[in-house]
């Protein structure tokens, strides 16, 4: 499916499509928009079709029906790695100089790199480089793209995307014509919510108050309602199980450790909202020892374990 933009982000998609510089830096919260205004924009400028109001792209031409379909040739895009070449989760995330060029590293080379991308003419009008996490980018890495985004060949454009501007080389940013992209408000998510439930054949089994809360004005977060929902329910029967007993902690926390995903530390913080502001520090505390130990490679189910007996302990209930 071609993106489909709120509508307080056209705007932002007519300054980026009118942008003649050769880097845009999008700034906003993961899962907040600056994705799918990154695609919106590239879908615009590779469109052939007649483009309607604030420049969307028309979804019937080639390039826009690649785009769709998820092979469109003349777009990258690049993410922190996570795994490394062993296969076993990061410390850190990062984009390695093997995203940009080819290294020596032949461990942590990215299936395509940036350089190899840009030697080929676009198929349609403009290539584009899509950076997923400017922040993440290794000074190796930056330094290769700044090279290339002096002189990008054939003219290609690149979208840097980035939760927190300062943590971007400031090269970088100096280089880029940056747009923030803002939170929507309630009664806009839940429009967009409608419309996005409008368009699903099967019928999304959520609860949209509760989605359009935890997502906090991000848009994306609504294309995920069914990991998030999933998230929510597990993280609601743990807290839930805090307060139970030693023994149904034990299992909402073993069932925790097998659903896992980067959504249920959010889901976690959501549904302990309204713990007193001490148990919440507390909570925060947990889950803050949960996630370093994950990253650490700790044994997981150890990890869990302790993770849900500090949880109650958060709450005042005995070991
Ligand atoms: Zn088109």
């Not at 940036?114 to 899509?130: D, S």
């Not at 003219?155 to 939760?163: C, H, M, N, S, Y």
């Not at 309630?186 to 089994?205: C, I, K």
């Not at 023994?247 to 909402?252: G, N, Q, R, V, Y």
Request: hydrophobic letters at 45%; glycine letters at 8%; proline letters at 6%.
């Amino acid at each position: 499916m071609l993106p489909t933009l709120p509508h307080a982000h056209l705007p932002l998609l007519e300054q980026a499509t009118a942008s003649r510089g050769n880097a845009l830096l999008l700034t906003g919260a993961e899962y907040g928009g600056g994705a799918a205004l990154a695609r919106a924009a590239f879908a615009a400028l590779n469109c052939s079709g007649a483009r309607g109001m604030g420049g969307e792209a028309c979804g019937v031409c080639p390039s826009c029906r690649a785009l769709a379909a998820g092979a469109h040739p003349d777009l990258l895009e690049l993410s922190p790695r996570e795994t490394t070449s062993t296969g076993r989760t990061a410390r850190r995330k990062i984009i390695p100089i093997g995203a940009v060029l080819q290294s020596r590293d032949k461990g942590r080379d990215y299936d395509t790199h940036v350089f190899e991308f840009l030697e080929v003419r676009p198929t349609y009008r403009r290539r584009a480089v899509l950076i997923h996490g400017a922040e993440y980018l290794g000074a190796e890495a930056a330094n290769a793209l700044l090279k290339l985004m002096e002189e990008p060949p054939h003219g290609a454009l690149f979208v840097l995307l980035a939760g927190d501007v300062r943590a971007v080389m400031p090269t970088l940013v100096s280089r880029s014509t940056r747009l923030s992209v803002p939170p929507l408000d309630d009664p806009t998510m839940h429009e967009e919510l409608a419309r996005q439930v409008a368009g699903e054949s099967s019928t999304l089994d959520v609860n949209g108050q509760e989605l359009v809360a935890f997502a906090a004005g991000r848009p994306e977060v609504l294309t995920h309602a069914g990991e998030v929902a999933a998230a929510l329910s597990a993280a609601a029967s743990l807290h839930a199980a805090l307060r139970e007993g030693l023994l149904p902690t034990l299992e909402a926390a073993a069932y925790l450790e097998k659903s896992w995903t980067p959504w249920h530390a959010q889901a976690l913080r959501f549904v302990w909202r309204e713990e007193t502001p001490h148990a919440r520090a507390r909570l925060d505390t947990a889950l803050d020892a949960l996630e370093r130990a994950l990253e650490a490679y700790a044994n997981p189910g150890l990890s869990f374990m302790v993770f849900g007996l500090g949880a109650r302990a958060a709450l005042g209930e005995a070991g």
